[in-house]
Every structure is written in C-alpha cells, then in structure tokens.
C-alpha cells in the first residue's frame, strides 16, 4: 500500500500545492510526536508532524495521512485518530517525498481512572496563570463553562499538564466557572473561583502584550475606579499616559530591525498598588542565506566547482576539511576545490561547509566517492604457444599498467575509468614454466594478475592451432595367441612379410591391420580365406580407434589415431594450407638405422650435437642416421616403410620403399610415398586392407 502511495505522492502533492512557490528555507526530515500509540477501541488521539529544520514549516506541501489498516483505525486529514478494532496499524504522514510513522495498537477498553490537581482555583481579580497536572493512562478532552477561562491544551493522552488562563475581572462582583476533565467514563472538575474588583483595585487585561517586528499599536485595558498613570518608556507611546476610572490605552511601538525579541515593562500606579504591562517586541525573521548547488557529489579523482550565494548580508564559510579547499571569493560566488582520494584520509567521505552570513546559515554537503579498481580476472595459464588476454577494468580514477617479465606485453598502459586492454604473450623459449605479473594501480589500489606460462614440450607436436601431441614410441603390435597389444622396440621395426603367417593362435607380432581394429576381432584375418570371405565373428567397420585397447601397461584410451589433417599439419603437406611453423623444414625422408622412412621433428627441435638434418628431403640417403637413440631423445620420430595387406590378403611392398598408415579419418590412410615425403594418398582405402598404425597422444 505505501509503495502505491508513494507512487501517487508527486501527483498527489502537485494538487495540495504548497506553502510557497519559492521555498526559502528547505526541509530536511519530519518526524511525528509520538512513534508508538496505545488507544482503547472508540477512543481517539492526534499525531502532529514536527518538522526539520523548524523554520521550514511555512514552506513545506500539505501533510498527507494514511492508516495501514482503516479496519484497526482511521485518520483523518488533520492527524485525529479513531480507533475501530483491536489490532496494530500503522499511521503514515506524508510531506513531499519525506514521510514519518507512527505504530498505533488498539487494545480493548478498561475502566479509565483520571486524577487532576488541584481541584480548586481561587484568583484575584487579576486573574493570571495556572498549572493542572491530569494523571491519567488514556485520552481525555478538557472542556470549561466559563468565557472567562481558557485552556491552552484540550485535548491530549496520558498525564499532562496544561495552562489555564484566567481573565482579569472587570467587574465588582466574584464570579465562579469550572473546568472539566473527561477520559473515557472518567472525569475531573477543577472549581475556579475569581474575586470581585475592589475600588482601590488595579488591573491590566491583559497585562502581557507582543508586538510583531514590524511594529503596529496594540490595546490593553486599566480596571481601575480611581486616578492612575503609567511611566514612560524607551521605544513604546502610551496613550493616554494617565486617567481615572476604566480606560482602554493604547501601545504603540515602532519597527524591530533587531532578529532578538525585546522586552520592556510599563508601571501603572493608582498610589496605593502597582501592576506592569509586559511589551514583548519580537525580532524579525533572519536574513536569509542559500546556495546553489545545494551539495555536490565529487568524484574519486577530485574536482573544481564554483558556489552561488545569495544573500542579503555579507557573508563567511566555515571549512573544518583538509581535503577541500576554497578560493576566488566574491560578492556573490565562491570556488570549492575538491581534492583527489588520499590514502592517508582512511575511510572519510563525505565533508561540510558552513555558509554563515552572521543571521542565517546553510550548510554545503560534499561527498566524494572512494576509488575503486577491478579486474575481471586475477590469474591465467597459457600454454607454451603463447596468446593473448582481454582484460576488463572497472575504476572510477586513472589507471597504468606495468609487466615484469618481457614475454609479456599490453595493447594499452595507461587510461581512465573504466576499460579494456589485451594482454599478449610470446610463445616459450625454454622448457620451464615461467611466471610473469601485470600490475594495475589507480589512486591508492593496486591489482596484479599473475600469468603461468607453461614451458614447451621438446616431445610435441602441434597438430592444430594450441593442440599438441606426443606420438607413440614405435607402431602398434599385436599378438594373436595373448592377445595383447605393444609398441614395436624401436621405431624404426616392421614385421615386413611375417604378416602373411598371421592366424588365431600365430605367437608372433603382427603390425598389419584392418580398419576398425578394437581388440582381436578385425585385426586381421586368421587365414586368407576367412580374409577374403570377411566371416571373423564381430568385425568392425564404425569408427573404432586402436587405442581403446590396453597397450603394454598403458589403460586404454591413454593413446588414438590421428586423423588424416592432423598428420598433414605435423608433415606440412595435402590439401589444407594451414600447417605447423616450419613444417617443411621439420620432415623429410631419410634412412634410419637401414631402414628407410619418414623423419619427423618435434616443435621444438634443437640438433644433437655432432649430427645435421636436411628438412624437406625426398631421398633417403639425404638423410641416414645409424645414432638413431641420440635423434630419439632428442624428440625425433620415425614412421618405417614396410607392407602392406590388400583386400585380398596378399602382401605388397616388401622392397620397404612405400609406407602405409591408417588415420582416424573413416577408410582413409596416410601413404609416404618414395621419394616423396609431403605426398599424402589419398584415396579411399578398403576396410580389408592392413595398413601400419602410429599412435599418439593429447598432452
């Protein structure tokens, strides 16, 4: 409900209006005279809205007021509350967007009990001034028979006292009035007795007068049946001055240009008593200050901004704070110069000057916002091929950014606010994870973003853009009668025409296999009869990779084939234009340990000592290594020449001059040609040919 009436609030309060179009005095806070009530069901109560600073009363919108629960009980427009039913709601008032609450419980009704002192007044023909104190626990009204009485409270809840104002008797004869208390069932009455005017009697009524500061004649009247006269005095006329019997005199006192309220006291004198009048002159209101803006909202990085100041009278500014600073001061202006966010100020945001112009003074709320610096991330790994990294930076001050190391480097050092810079990191040169930091500072913050670099792999090879692999210490072996699997000895072995002999219970090695190998089924055929018929119990021909099998003590998975454009990026040849760095000069045939083949270098390849390699070489006596275990480990791999088996079961290549691999890619095969090692086959291959298989796997 109070969010709904919130909403309503700006239209609400643009058809009360307010008090005056040009506030000169702004509110700042209301708050209610009570913020909890207790109310018997039937009774009734008032709220009144006090307001901060007081003087702004005049200017502030109409007040507003709302029950939670009209059920529990209602409000009216003046604040009076009614109670309906026992329960609790709450009493809202509402002036502009500042609003105040009050917590009402209704409780049911009890028998009242009420006390009120004293219950007898006895005055002179004076009249004058007089306390009652109600003791009581509820709301209670006070009412009086009497014109001659008056009461400056009458209404109120719970113990109060109150003022009652008895009027000088005009005339000769003593007079009686009451006053009457009632809370609930209960009642009090204080009896009022006032005596007569005696012929020797003196009596101003009233004896009090206030003038405003503009000045102005007010009336008072002598209750006198003989001569009297009155003194002068300093800025007040009295006229008349003197005269017998009852006469109305008039005061007359001139403007007060003072903001204090002067007093001064009039004796009137019959020769046998004496009474004073009491003039009260109230000072003028104070001349107003005000300033434009009215606050500021500084940011962390400080700034500059000039001050409009009306006002009347000269006037001063009073600053208690080392962060701000005042200039170039003027009749009408002034400059306030905001520092920027000190570390050394600790957690102070917000400071004040005091605009004084020695009658009125207003106050300048300045609050700076505290710097503030983020990254989006704090820590990154790379990999040895290097990249890059953007980095978002959230700040309110300027801002620079540094590196430590020299593998690292920024799109951008330095900025403000909030922002982005990319982050770049050279690929590795060294076989060591290197670490390196990138510092931001803005105001007082620093953030640091710690970058691990790993080293490279001098085993790897990239098969794609940031995707690298260690390949398989020799080919892939089978053994029929264990059925196991293994790596050859050495990576330059082949089983060469041993595969022909190949069956169920064949104890040898066999590298020969048909695609689809997993497990023994489809391996081979046991005999070139069950080869030709294709009848082996299981054979598959889906996309089984050969390293799904346990391979010596490796589990299965630890290895895979690699597919026909992965071989093609290492080698640098095919179709596909994207291949490794210095792919060309990284790959060439060779002759390994008598055995010719294909040479491969890893990425990061750094020559044996003693030893030369001619990349790109399509002879195998270009290249012949008998130390092949130096080359090894040093990263080098070797893919052997040898057979292969046809759809037929027939072996060909026996003369080791043509090499034949299977790749991952579905009845596809790599073929090394002789004298050709860039020269891919690629054809599609039957999935009854045997063909070798080289392993590799993920790092």
């Not at 004293?118 to 306390?131: D, F, L, M, R, S």
């Not at 001569?227 to 006192?253: K, L």
């Not at 001139?254 to 019959?270: A, D, P, R, Y």
């Not at 290249?623 to 040898?642: D, M, Q, R, Y």
Request: net charge negative; glycine share 10%; proline share 3%.
């Amino acid at each position: 409900m109070r969010k709904f009436l919130l909403l309503l609030l700006p239209a609400l309060l643009l058809l009360a209006g307010c008090k005056s179009e040009e506030p000169q005095v702004s509110l700042q806070s209301i708050s209610l005279n009570k913020s909890k009530l207790e109310i018997e069901i039937g009774g009734t109560a008032r709220l009144s809205v006090i307001y901060s600073p007081e003087e702004a009363e005049q200017y502030a919108p109409e007040v507003i007021w709302e029950s939670s629960k009209t059920r529990i009980a209602t409000v009216d427009n003046n604040g009076k509350i009614t109670a309906q039913n026992t329960g609790t709601t709450t009493i809202t008032a509402y002036c502009g967007k500042l609003y105040a609450e009050c917590e009402v419980t209704v409780v049911k009704a009890v028998e009242p009990t009420l006390t009120v002192i004293p219950a007898t007044i006895n005055t002179t023909e004076a009249g004058g001034e007089y306390k009652l104190n109600i003791t009581t626990s509820y709301a209670w009204t006070a009412t009086t028979d009497a014109s001659w009485i008056s009461l400056d409270t009458k209404e109120g809840i719970g113990n109060t006292e109150i003022t009652a104002t008895i009027a000088a008797n005009e005339t000769f004869e003593q007079t009686e009035g009451k006053i009457e208390i009632k809370a609930g069932s209960a009642s009090g009455t204080v009896t009022v007795k006032r005596a007569g005017r005696t012929p020797e009697s003196l009596t101003l009524n009233p004896s009090v007068i206030e003038i405003p500061a503009t000045g102005g004649t007010v009336k008072t009247k002598v209750l006198c049946s003989v001569a009297w006269s009155a003194t002068t005095v300093e800025w007040a006329t009295i006229n008349p001055a003197e005269g017998e019997g009852d006469t109305e005199v008039e005061i007359t006192v001139g403007e007060n240009n003072s903001v204090e309220t002067l007093e001064q006291k009039i004796e009137f004198s019959n020769g046998q008593k004496t009474e004073q009048l009491t003039v009260r002159r109230l000072g003028r209101a104070p001349k107003p200050i005000s300033i434009n803006p009215a606050s500021i909202e500084a940011p962390a990085t400080g700034d500059k901004y000039t001050i409009t100041v009306t006002s009347e009278l000269d006037w001063t500014v009073q600053n208690s704070s080392s962060w701000v600073n005042t200039e170039n001061k003027t009749a009408g202006k002034i400059d306030v110069v905001v520092a920027e966010y000190s570390a050394s100020r600790g957690s102070e945001t917000q400071a004040e000057l005091v605009f004084s112009n020695g009658e009125a003074q207003t106050t300048l709320v300045i609050k700076q916002e505290a710097p503030y610096l983020t990254i989006d991330i704090e820590s990154l790994e790379i990999s040895d091929d290097g990249g890059y990294q953007t980095v978002i930076i959230t700040t309110n001050v300027p801002w620079t950014a540094s590196t430590d190391v020299t593998w690292l480097s920024l799109s951008s050092s330095s900025g403000l606010g909030n922002n982005y810079i990319t982050i770049y990191v050279d690929a590795a040169d060294t076989q060591s994870t290197t670490i390196g930091k990138v510092t931001f500072t803005g105001g007082n913050i620093t953030k640091t973003l710690t970058i691990t670099r790993r080293g490279y792999d001098p085993y790897a090879f990239s098969i794609a853009k940031g995707k690298k692999v260690r390949i398989a210490p020799g080919n892939l072996q089978y053994q029929a009668s264990t059925k196991k699997w293994r790596f050859a000895p050495n990576q330059y072995t082949t089983i060469g025409t041993s595969n022909e002999n190949a069956s169920a219970t064949y104890s040898g090695w066999i590298d020969l296999f048909n695609w689809g190998a997993t497990g023994l089924n489809g391996i081979m055929p046991y005999t070139k009869d069950q080869y030709l018929t294709q009848q082996v119990a299981g054979m598959l021909t889906g996309n089984d990779d050969w390293g799904g099998n346990v391979i010596g003590s490796d589990a299965a998975g630890t290895w895979r084939s690699l597919t026909r454009d992965e071989w093609r990026y290492i080698i640098g040849s095919g179709v596909s234009t994207s291949f490794r760095k210095n792919s060309y000069s990284l790959s060439g045939v060779g002759t390994v340990m008598g055995v010719q083949g294909l040479i491969i270098l890893p990425d990061h390849w750094e020559q044996p000592y003693g030893t030369a390699f001619k990349g790109g070489a399509d002879e195998f006596a270009e290249n012949v290594i008998t130390n092949w275990s130096v080359w090894e480990n040093a990263g080098a791999v070797f893919l052997p020449f040898g057979v292969y088996r046809n759809s037929s079961g027939d072996i060909f290549g026996t003369g080791n001059t043509r090499g034949y691999y299977w790749t991952a890619s579905y009845l596809q095969g790599l073929s090394l040609l002789e004298a050709s090692s860039t020269n891919f086959y690629s054809n599609i291959i039957s999935s009854g040919d045997g063909c070798m298989v080289r392993l590799a796997r993920d790092l």
